[in-house]
């Protein structure tokens, strides 16, 4: 179920620079949330920080009201998604077993397989889940990234400009199924883009500049956010 998450005044430095400098946010559950700015603005480090592979200098992050301390961090990552430019999937590896790569290792209270095969279908992959990724294009390639992410059925997808690597229409059916699956499995979403036509799809943009929000723009209003995830509890 979709998760709030909350940056509290989280600053990140290193030696010679600023990463981040109190920055503040809060996302409701369920809203997507278009993170903008140029190359070096701290975009990736807010994915970090908030997934917990990166932790603040100063200040906290918030996961449904609770703050996320240290013990809690290897849960915390198994219950989010994480998308990448690079779809870095595994070469040798067909489809279906990268999508089930993370959960490989762990015993899990669910079919795996079963779970697998699900995510290929909603992905629009069902057809090809023995294909290895030199056999697919590279927008399927993200497809299954995509799946992969959500195989843990996280409560809070971080994408790191997902659509870096695919020109626009490609780019576009990508934003188009993170819309669709949000709505589909409830999933609150942090996507990092420096295209302004991807940024325009999400419930919000917001703006950071030298590891400051700068700007923070609604394009739909918070009531819609609220009514789809009505829909999507039980
Ligand atoms: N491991 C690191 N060591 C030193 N500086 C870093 C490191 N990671 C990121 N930075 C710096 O932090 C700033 C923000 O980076 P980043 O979050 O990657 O920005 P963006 O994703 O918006 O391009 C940049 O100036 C970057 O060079
Ligand atoms: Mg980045």
Avoid: C, W
Avoid at 2 to 13: F, I
């Amino acid at each position: 179920m979709a998760v709030s998450v909350a940056l509290r005044g989280v600053s990140r430095r290193y030696p010679k620079l600023v990463a981040l400098d109190g920055v503040e946010l809060e996302v409701p559950a369920g809203e997507v949330v278009m993170l903008t700015g140029p190359s070096g603005a701290g975009k990736s480090t807010v994915l970090h920080v908030t997934g917990g592979m990166d932790k603040p200098d100063e200040g906290y992050v918030e996961i449904d009201g609770r703050k996320l301390v240290p013990r809690d961090l290897d849960g915390h990552r198994r219950r989010i998604g994480f998308v990448f430019q690079r779809f870095h999937l595994l070469p040798a590896l067909t489809a279906l077993d990268n999508v089930l790569a993370p959960v490989l290792p762990r015993r899990v209270d669910f079919d795996r397989r079963a779970r697998g095969v699900e995510l290929l279908e909603a992905v629009g992959l069902g057809q090809r889940a023995d294909a290895l990724p030199s056999q697919l294009s590279g927008g399927q390639q993200q497809r299954i990234a995509i799946a992969r992410a959500l195989v843990n059925r996280p409560g809070l997808l971080l994408a790191d400009e997902p659509t870096g690597n695919l020109d626009s229409v490609i780019g576009r059916e990508i934003i188009d199924l993170l819309m669709s699956l949000r709505e589909r499995y409830g999933m609150t979403m942090l996507i990092a883009t420096h295209d302004a036509e991807v940024a325009s799809n999400g419930d919000r943009v917001v703006r950071l500049q030298d590891g400051r929000v700068t700007s923070d723009q609604r394009l739909t209003p918070s009531v819609d956010v609220l009514d789809r995830l009505g829909g999507l509890r039980p």
